[in-house]
């Protein structure tokens, strides 16, 4: 039913201390307390033990106010507005290509609600103006790191990032659905797969869709793949390209290991690997071992490739 602070008082459940509103809103602790003071715009409540907190509503309607302050709105003038007009206010500021923070915060108000149909009008709509390619760099994945932020913090369940995380992959599989069978004549062959116990699976399937957008063949063998189950059933696969990414710790996973298992068993393949534990392993380039930093330098790299 509770949650420790750091000075061991207790606060209920599912609410927000003022450190959690500054890492999910950017609004520091002191400005928040003079908006409060000045402006009585957010007045926390208290625990029996005198413990300020902030509840779900609080949390939406800051995200609101750091948006339109963010936007050169005046405090003095958003304390004036009343709950309609900071709606509308936000609303105009969604129309713009750049005001990614208006579909960041939507996406958290809909997680923190549970709210499936407002998670899901919100992605299509990002899809439907942006593209899904933008929309997966510049809404989702930023929209993921807030809400990991949070998850560490301890402000949100795990079940708030499974909620979420299914509806962004049903997302994926109909996009993806709709490239199967865009193959060009000069098509690469890509395998995709993640090793054991890396279940964070939104990435391959964002290159899944990447991949195959641009007409390339793409053979998805999905997450938590052994590597002796990867050899024995595809030993006789002879893919241009293989991707894996690897951004949970496994301290007991020897990188370099698994990266000359790779090498060995499809020796014509190039390696594509990515995320955070290949990236500060000690893995040496080569023209057929690529370390991708990021999605941009992967895109990158399929723009290149003959069309």
């Known amino acids: 039913m509770f949650k420790t602070l750091e000075n061991n008082n207790l606060k209920p459940l599912g609410s927000f201390s003022i450190k959690d509103i500054e890492a999910v809103t950017g609004i520091k602790g002191h400005t928040l307390r003079m908006w409060e003071q000045r402006y009585g715009i957010v007045v926390p409540k208290r625990t029996d033990t005198n413990i300020r907190y902030f509840d779900d509503s609080d949390l939406k309607k800051l995200l609101s106010i750091s948006l339109l302050n963010n936007h050169g709105f005046k405090i003095s003038e958003i304390a004036k507005m009343n709950p309609e007009d900071i709606t509308k206010e936000v609303l105009k500021l969604s129309s713009s290509n750049h005001a990614h923070e208006v579909q960041i915060n939507a996406l958290i108000t809909a997680m923190l609600e549970f709210n499936e149909i407002a998670f ?21 994945f930023p929209f993921l790191n807030e809400i990991g932020i949070l998850w560490q913090i301890g402000s949100i369940q795990p079940s708030h990032e499974h909620f979420v995380t299914n509806i962004i ?78 951004t949970c710790a496994q301290p007991h996973i020897d990188k370099i290991e698994f990266v000359d298992f790779l090498r060995t068993n499809w020796p014509k393949s190039t390696l594509l690997l990515t995320g955070s534990q290949f990236l500060m392993a000690n893995i040496s380039q080569s023209e057929k071992v690529h370390l991708i930093q990021n999605f941009e330098s992967f895109i990158q790299l399929l723009n290149q490739l003959p069309n």
């Open 169 to 246: 992959k049903q997302k994926l599989y109909v996009a993806i659905d709709g490239q199967v069978g865009r193959i060009n004549a000069s098509s690469k062959r890509f395998m995709l797969f993640l090793p054991e116990n890396e279940k964070h699976s939104i990435g391959l399937l964002f290159a899944n869709y990447l991949i195959r957008s641009r007409g390339h063949e793409v053979l998805y063998l999905g997450q938590e793949v052994p590597l002796n189950d990867l050899k024995d059933a595809f030993k006789h696969e002879n893919p241009d390209f293989i991707l894996t990414l690897m």
């Open 120 to 140: 899901s009008q919100q992605l299509s709509a990002c899809f439907i103006q942006f593209g899904i390619e933008y929309t997966l760099l510049q809404v989702v």
